[in-house]
């Protein structure tokens, strides 16, 4: 045991740790690449099965106040959603909003992750995320044998970790800020002196690795909110690992590796054609060994790792067929730019900067098609009856061949992501738009965020607070638009033009319009409409 955690002091490690999050609760967010059906679409790229996504059981360890569970209990209500955190203010949180969008199929619980009951069923899917590096050595194993116990065969568990080497430099300016807050009990004063401190490291820090390393860190941590700062840095507990240790440790506790969420940091291609022959060197063509590398090559500092149950493991087909991105459903947010090459002159890019180049024009044209999509996803079979209507002619084997191969090329370079579901948008220039049902009951009850059809997390401006609990479907564009105007009127909202507030009755008319029609743009956008 380490950290702190020797049987004498464990009880009272895991009440310091429930008093900081009680303290200063962690924001509870939604993580898109935590969502079932992405990390289906990763066993479905290895080929293995999965259970029916409808009725899925889904249990979080850490789930804070439930912002990441939440929303699939709310899109998901055949299935069956446990969430457990060691932080009782985090867990009344979370119950308050089950509560105001009634749901029924989700349960939170204030329970210690060492001492989990679990209930007489095992689940589909096991989520741990921001938690394995920040509790006590006893509390990791916990994890990991809560994952072995009680995930299905055709289960995934998910467990996010900081990751070694690649997290030494952060703990740099960690083990300073340490130094300096000392035994500081109030997480407050932690963070007041930490930040107080960064600048002066920032000033102060001496030329070579030691000081460039201070300075990055602080430059970094100055952007960050203080609940990052606190839980992040400032815990008395977080120990990074290597890939290597934590798979020991998942095997001790009979889990397998599966792959990551972030599928494309798997693939070595995607570091260069050097660096990726001298991976698979290094590696000796083995997966975890060359997994193993390419965290030290890349300097990765965070992994989102994908365990499954050893039998299931042997069953996995590592050379991905193409035929395999037939049934998924794929999201691109890119765009056709110039291609530095001659005789690949069609270039697609994403904001990322990551690229995809084909001489193929039906290739072209699926990318096209993909990119017109979003904010809905796209299927390969919907792509080619697309691009046949259009063509009002079929498409050869060859062509079919290519896309299929470029769609999967987008996959495992980070280009597009896979989902086993498909997100279908409702029209943005529909005459009665119909927000989700969880987006309306968030903004109805004054929360400031909720989260989109992609499971992504998305801020509700002062007009969208307003307008989405009455986009129900029922009204028209012009009932929607008399309720902006009244709610104006009725002083429960203010326009303003170049910073003073408007008035003049025509131009709170002329302020709602524009208004309306932005909140409809960007809820269209952001995936928040209804089909």
Not at 38 to 58: H, T, Y
Not at 219 to 238: I, M, S, T
Request: net charge negative.
């Amino acid at each position: 045991m380490t950290s702190g955690a020797h049987p004498s002091n464990f009880a009272e490690a895991q009440a310091r740790t429930r008093a900081s999050y009680d303290e200063l609760p962690y924001v509870s967010n939604a993580f898109p690449q935590t969502h079932p059906a992405r990390l289906a679409a990763v066993a479905r790229l290895f080929s293995l099965e999965m259970p029916n996504l409808d009725r899925m059981r889904v249990l979080e360890i850490g789930c804070a106040s439930g912002g990441n569970l939440i929303p699939l209990a709310a899109a998901h209500p055949e299935g069956r959603f446990l969430g457990i955190d060691l932080s009782g203010i985090q867990i009344a949180d979370g119950r308050k909003r089950i509560e105001a969008l009634g749901l029924t199929n989700i349960e939170l619980r204030q329970q210690d992750i060492a001492f989990f009951e679990g209930p007489d069923h095992r689940f589909d899917f096991i989520v741990c995320h921001g938690v394995y590096s920040w509790v006590p050595e006893p509390v990791r194993h916990a994890i990991l044998d809560i994952c072995s116990k009680y995930l299905e065969f055709q289960g995934i568990a998910y467990v996010s970790f900081n990751v070694l080497p690649g997290w030494r430099p952060k703990q740099i300016l960690r083990d300073a800020l340490m130094a300096h807050v000392g035994q500081a009990s109030n997480l407050r004063e932690r963070i007041a002196k930490a930040r107080e401190f960064m600048g002066f490291l920032a000033e102060h820090a001496p030329p070579g690795p030691y000081g460039a390393a201070v300075k990055e860190g602080v430059a970094q941590l100055q952007k960050v909110p203080d609940d990052y700062l606190a839980h992040e840095f400032l815990e008395l507990d977080n120990a990074p690992c290597s890939f290597h240790d934590f798979m020991y440790a998942a095997g001790q506790h009979q889990l397998a590796y599966l792959g990551e969420a972030d599928l494309h940091m798997m693939v070595p291609e995607n570091f260069g054609p050097e660096a990726a022959k001298a991976l698979r060197m290094l590696g000796g063509n083995t997966l975890l060994s060359t997994e193993n590398y390419i965290d030290v090559v890349t300097g990765r500092t965070f992994r989102q790792t994908l365990l499954i149950p050893p039998a299931r493991a042997a069953a996995t087909k590592r050379n991905i067929d193409p035929q395999r991105i037939e049934d998924l459903h794929l999201l691109a947010d890119i765009t056709q730019v110039p291609s530095s090459e001659a005789d690949m002159p069609y270039c697609f890019e994403n904001r990322g900067g990551r690229q995809i180049r084909t001489r193929v024009e039906a290739v072209r044209k699926a990318f096209e098609r993909v990119a017109a999509r979003k904010p809905a996803t796209s299927n390969f079979h919907q792509l080619i009856a697309e691009i046949e209507t259009s063509d009002k002619k079929k498409l050869t084997q060859e062509e079919r061949n290519e896309i299929r191969g470029a769609l999967l090329q987008g996959v495992l370079s980070g280009l597009i992501v896979a989902s086993t579901m498909a997100v279908d948008i409702g029209a943005a220039d529909g005459d009665r738009p119909k927000a989700t049902v969880l987006a309306r009951k968030d903004a109805a009850s004054g929360r400031t965020r909720t989260v989109n059809r992609r499971h992504e997390n998305f801020d509700l401006g002062v007009v969208a607070q307003h307008i989405l609990p009455v986009m129900d479907g029922s009204r028209t564009r012009a009932e929607l638009l008399a309720h902006l105007k009244a709610k104006a009127g009725e002083d429960a909202l203010h326009f303003q033009r170049n910073g003073q507030r408007v008035t003049d009755e025509a131009d709170i008319a002329a302020c709602a319009q524009e208004h309306l029609a932005a909140t409809l743009g960007i809820a269209w956008n952001n995936a928040l409409l209804e089909p």
